[in-house]
C-alpha cells in the first residue's frame, strides 16, 4: 500500500502549492480521514450506453466506489465514492455561444482529473468556460464530502463539506463548507463557510452569510477530525441502504415504473413511493414514502421523505426534502435542506425557487405561497417574513436591497430570469416533457444502461491502485 501513501502525500503537495498565497494546508484536512485500507475496499464502475461517448483511461490512480459515465481521464488521483457524470459533455463540431462569439468545437470535450483528491464529490461537466472547450480539468484540487463541482474547471482549490461550485472558474481558491459560487471566474479567495454568492457580472450580485455559530449545528469540519452535524448524521443514518444497493448483483426492478421515467440502478427507492411519467431518479438519491409527480427529477445525492412534489420539480444536486408538499415547478437548489414534520408542516406553492443552500428546519406550520424566491434560513412564519419575496417584485428590483443577511445589488429582472430559463433548460435536458415521440432527455435516454466493474491491485505496494487501463468504443 506504500504507492497509495505516496499517492496521498504527492496531492497535499500538489495541491498546497497552489495554496500557497492563502497559506492553506489540506494535509490535515484529509490525512487520515480515509483510513486507506478503506480504499482497497471498494470497485469502481463506469456506465455504457449508445448515447455517451465512450473513452475512459486510468492511470496511477485510486477509484474506489467511485462511478464514470461519458468521457474522462484520472491520473495521480484519489477518488473515493465520487460520481463523475459526463453526460452532456460538448462533441466536436458543436457551436459554444459566448459574449456574441460562436466559437466551434475541434474535438469532443473530456473530463481532465489530476492530481486531486475527490471524497463523495458530485462532478458534472455541463461547463461555460470559453477558454477551455475541449477540456473539463480538475487539477491539484481536494473536494470534500458531497461537495458539488457543476460546470466549473477548479485548479489548485480546496473545496469543504457540502460545499458548491457552479458554472464557475476556480484558481487557487478555499471554498468553506456549505458554500455556494456562481461568480463566473474567481482566483485567490478564501470563501468562509455558509456563503451564498452569485454574480452576474456588472447586472448584479446576491450575497447570503449564514450565522456561523448556527451552521455549525449542521456542518462543521476541523482539521485532524471528520465532519460533523445534522448533515453528515442525516446521510449516515441511512448508508445501509445504499450498501445493500452497491453488493447486491441483481436488483428487482420495480414493475409500476412508467415507461418513460428513469429509476437509476443505485439509487434507493423505499416502499410507498409513487413514481410518475418521465420522472428521473439519479444515481445516489434515496427516495421513501413520497410521491414523484410527472416530469420530477431526483438528482445525484437528493433525498426526498415522506413528500409530495406535483409535478415537473427540479431537486438539484444533493438537496434534501422532507415532510413537505411542493406545487407544480418548484425548483430546490443544491445542498438545500428542507425539513418539516407532522407538526411543522411545510408546503412551497408553484413555481417558486429555493435558491441554493437553502436550510428550512421548522418548528411550526409553514405556507411559502406561490411564485416566491426562498432563500436563507427559515425556521418559522417570521423567518419566512424575512427570507422570501414574491418572484414579480424581486424582478423589479433596482438598485441594493438589503433584507436580513442578504444583500442584492443590480437589476432583479436578469437574476430572476436566469433561475427560469436553467429550471427550463433541466426540464428539458431531463425528459420532463417527453411525449411518447419527441422530446426525449436524460429520463428516457437512461433507461438502459449496462454497468461495468474495475478493481484495484489486492496486494503489495501497488495494493489499492487501479492498473492502467484504457476503455474506447
Given at each position: 500500500?506504500?504507492?497509495?501513501?505516496?499517492?496521498?502525500?504527492?496531492?497535499i503537495?500538489r495541491v498546497?502549492?497552489?495554496?500557497?498565497?492563502?497559506?492553506?494546508?489540506?494535509?490535515?484536512?484529509?490525512?487520515n480521514?480515509?483510513?486507506?485500507?478503506?480504499?482497497?475496499?471498494?470497485?469502481?464502475f463506469?456506465?455504457i450506453t449508445?448515447?455517451?461517448?465512450?473513452?475512459?483511461?486510468?492511470s496511477?490512480s485510486?477509484?474506489?466506489?467511485?462511478?464514470?459515465?461519458?468521457?474522462?481521464?484520472?491520473s495521480?488521483?484519489?477518488?473515493?465514492?465520487?460520481?463523475?457524470r459526463?453526460?452532456?459533455?460538448?462533441?466536436?463540431?458543436?457551436?459554444?455561444?459566448?459574449?456574441?462569439?460562436?466559437?466551434?468545437?475541434?474535438?469532443?470535450?473530456?473530463?481532465?482529473?489530476?492530481d486531486?483528491?475527490?471524497?463523495?464529490?458530485?462532478?458534472h461537466?455541463n461547463s461555460?468556460?470559453?477558454?477551455?472547450l475541449?477540456?473539463?480539468?480538475?487539477k491539484?484540487?481536494?473536494?470534500?464530502?458531497y461537495?458539488?463541482?457543476?460546470?466549473?474547471?477548479?485548479?489548485?482549490?480546496?473545496?469543504g463539506?457540502?460545499?458548491?461550485v457552479?458554472?464557475?472558474?476556480?484558481?487557487?481558491?478555499?471554498?468553506?463548507e456549505?458554500a455556494?459560487?456562481?461568480?463566473?471566474?474567481?482566483?485567490?479567495?478564501?470563501?468562509?463557510?455558509?456563503?451564498?454568492?452569485i454574480?452576474?457580472?456588472d447586472?448584479?450580485?446576491?450575497?447570503?452569510q449564514?450565522?456561523?455559530?448556527?451552521?455549525?449545528?449542521?456542518?462543521?469540519?476541523?482539521?485532524?477530525?471528520?465532519p460533523?452535524?445534522?448533515?453528515?448524521?442525516?446521510?449516515?443514518?441511512r448508508?445501509?441502504?445504499?450498501?445493500?444497493?452497491?453488493?447486491v448483483?441483481?436488483?428487482?426492478t420495480?414493475?409500476?415504473?412508467?415507461s418513460?421515467?428513469s429509476?437509476n440502478?443505485?439509487?434507493?427507492?423505499?416502499?410507498?413511493t409513487?413514481?410518475?411519467?418521465?420522472v428521473?431518479v439519479?444515481?445516489?438519491?434515496?427516495?421513501?414514502?413520497?410521491?414523484?409527480?410527472?416530469g420530477?427529477n431526483a438528482?445525484?445525492?437528493?433525498?426526498?421523505?415522506?413528500?409530495?412534489?406535483?409535478?415537473?420539480?427540479?431537486t438539484?444536486?444533493?438537496?434534501?426534502?422532507?415532510g413537505?408538499e411542493l406545487?407544480?415547478?418548484?425548483?430546490?437548489g443544491?445542498n438545500?435542506?428542507?425539513?418539516?414534520?407532522?407538526?411543522?408542516?411545510l408546503?412551497?406553492?408553484?413555481?417558486?425557487?429555493?435558491?441554493?443552500?437553502?436550510i428550512?428546519d421548522l418548528?411550526?406550520?409553514?405556507?411559502?405561497?406561490?411564485?416566491?424566491?426562498v432563500?436563507?434560513?427559515?425556521r418559522?412564519?417570521?423567518?419566512?417574513?424575512?427570507?422570501?419575496?414574491?418572484l414579480?417584485?424581486?424582478?423589479?428590483?433596482?438598485g441594493q436591497?438589503?433584507?436580513?443577511?442578504?444583500?442584492?445589488?443590480?437589476?432583479?429582472?436578469?437574476?430572476v430570469?436566469?433561475?427560469?430559463?436553467?429550471?427550463?433548460?433541466?426540464?428539458?435536458?431531463?425528459?420532463?416533457?417527453?411525449?411518447?415521440?419527441?422530446?426525449?432527455?436524460?429520463a428516457?435516454?437512461?433507461?438502459?444502461?449496462?454497468?461495468?466493474?474495475?478493481?484495484?491491485?489486492?496486494?503489495?505496494d501497488?495494493?489499492?491502485l487501479?492498473?492502467?487501463?484504457?476503455?474506447?468504443?
Amino acid at each position: 500500500m506504500k504507492r497509495l501513501s505516496d499517492l496521498l502525500e504527492r496531492i497535499i503537495q500538489r495541491v498546497n502549492i497552489n495554496l500557497r498565497e492563502p497559506l492553506f494546508d489540506v494535509g490535515p484536512y484529509i490525512r487520515n480521514l480515509i483510513p486507506l485500507p478503506q480504499l482497497t475496499k471498494f470497485y469502481a464502475f463506469y456506465g455504457i450506453t449508445p448515447h455517451h461517448p465512450l473513452n475512459f483511461h486510468f492511470s496511477r490512480s485510486n477509484l474506489a466506489g467511485s462511478y464514470f459515465l461519458g468521457k474522462c481521464h484520472v491520473s495521480d488521483a484519489i477518488l473515493y465514492k465520487s460520481d463523475i457524470r459526463g453526460d452532456e459533455l460538448k462533441r466536436k463540431g458543436d457551436i459554444f455561444q459566448f459574449e456574441g462569439f460562436d466559437i466551434p468545437l475541434h474535438e469532443d470535450e473530456t473530463i481532465r482529473i489530476k492530481d486531486s483528491f475527490l471524497i463523495k464529490t458530485l462532478v458534472h461537466n455541463n461547463s461555460h468556460d470559453p477558454e477551455n472547450l475541449e477540456d473539463f480539468i480538475i487539477k491539484n484540487t481536494v473536494s470534500t464530502h458531497y461537495a458539488n463541482i457543476h460546470g466549473s474547471d477548479v485548479e489548485g482549490c480546496y473545496l469543504g463539506p457540502f460545499s458548491t461550485v457552479d458554472l464557475t472558474t476556480l484558481h487557487d481558491c478555499v471554498i468553506g463548507e456549505f458554500a455556494y459560487l456562481q461568480v463566473g471566474e474567481l482566483a485567490h479567495h478564501q470563501v468562509p463557510a455558509g456563503t451564498i454568492w452569485i454574480s452576474g457580472g456588472d447586472q448584479f450580485e446576491f450575497r447570503y452569510q449564514h450565522d456561523p455559530e448556527n451552521l455549525k449545528k449542521y456542518i462543521r469540519f476541523e482539521p485532524g477530525s471528520s465532519p460533523q452535524g445534522f448533515f453528515i448524521d442525516f446521510v449516515e443514518s441511512r448508508k445501509d441502504d445504499f450498501r445493500r444497493v452497491f453488493d447486491v448483483v441483481n436488483l428487482e426492478t420495480p414493475s409500476s415504473i412508467p415507461s418513460g421515467a428513469s429509476l437509476n440502478r443505485y439509487a434507493v427507492i423505499k416502499p410507498k413511493t409513487q413514481i410518475g411519467q418521465n420522472v428521473l431518479v439519479a444515481q445516489r438519491a434515496y427516495i421513501e414514502n413520497s410521491w414523484m409527480g410527472n416530469g420530477a427529477n431526483a438528482q445525484e445525492n437528493c433525498y426526498i421523505i415522506n413528500s409530495r412534489l406535483t409535478g415537473n420539480n427540479v431537486t438539484a444536486h444533493g438537496a434534501k426534502i422532507i415532510g413537505a408538499e411542493l406545487g407544480e415547478k418548484v425548483f430546490v437548489g443544491f445542498n438545500s435542506f428542507l425539513q418539516g414534520n407532522k407538526s411543522a408542516a411545510l408546503s412551497i406553492g408553484e413555481n417558486s425557487i429555493v435558491m441554493p443552500h437553502t436550510i428550512i428546519d421548522l418548528t411550526e406550520p409553514v405556507n411559502i405561497p406561490a411564485s416566491h424566491l426562498v432563500w436563507g434560513f427559515i425556521r418559522n412564519r417570521k423567518d419566512v417574513k424575512e427570507n422570501t419575496m414574491l418572484l414579480s417584485e424581486f424582478t423589479s428590483m433596482s438598485g441594493q436591497f438589503v433584507r436580513g443577511r442578504m444583500n442584492f445589488q443590480g437589476s432583479g429582472e436578469p437574476f430572476v430570469k436566469g433561475f427560469q430559463h436553467r429550471i427550463e433548460h433541466i426540464l428539458e435536458a431531463n425528459g420532463a416533457y417527453f411525449n411518447g415521440m419527441d422530446k426525449k432527455g436524460h429520463a428516457q435516454s437512461s433507461r438502459n444502461i449496462s454497468y461495468n466493474l474495475i478493481q484495484p491491485y489486492p496486494e503489495g505496494d501497488l495494493k489499492g491502485l487501479y492498473p492502467t487501463i484504457d476503455i474506447q468504443l
